[in-house]
């Protein structure tokens, strides 16, 4: 249990590096059908998870920079929106990730009881 201040700054430290860390896995896992940020980020809260727009559109840009997802405007609506959606190489990076991720749940389960 956390006592003091500087208990729970520290625990409040890691923790947020803890989400940034699964940030990419939550993302892709979502983006199976095309979706915008907004969008985006309500499913991800759904799910429990908070992101805010100022780390989201870096990370889509990164992921979509790196091979992993595709974007495409659609100006139909009153106003433009990129969709963003997982390509192949996407899927076989979250199939890879989420093996690794599985992995290391176990791990730490081990490890924490």
């Known amino acids: 249990m956390i006592k003091d201040a500087n208990q729970l700054a520290a625990f409040e430290k890691i923790a947020q590096e803890m989400r940034r860390g699964i940030l990419v896995v939550a993302v892709l896992s979502q983006l199976q059908t095309e979706k915008y940020g907004y969008a985006l980020i309500s499913d991800l809260e759904t799910h429990g998870l908070t992101i805010d727009q ?60």
Do not use: C, F, K, M
């Open 54 to 113: 100022g780390t989201l559109y870096p990370l889509l840009r990164r992921l979509e920079g790196q091979g992993l997802l595709d974007s495409t405007w659609n100006t139909d609506g009153s106003r433009p929106r990129r969709y963003y959606v997982i390509n192949d190489t996407g899927r076989a990076v979250l199939a890879q990730l989420g093996e690794e991720w599985h992995t290391l749940a176990s791990t730490l389960n081990s490890l924490l009881l």
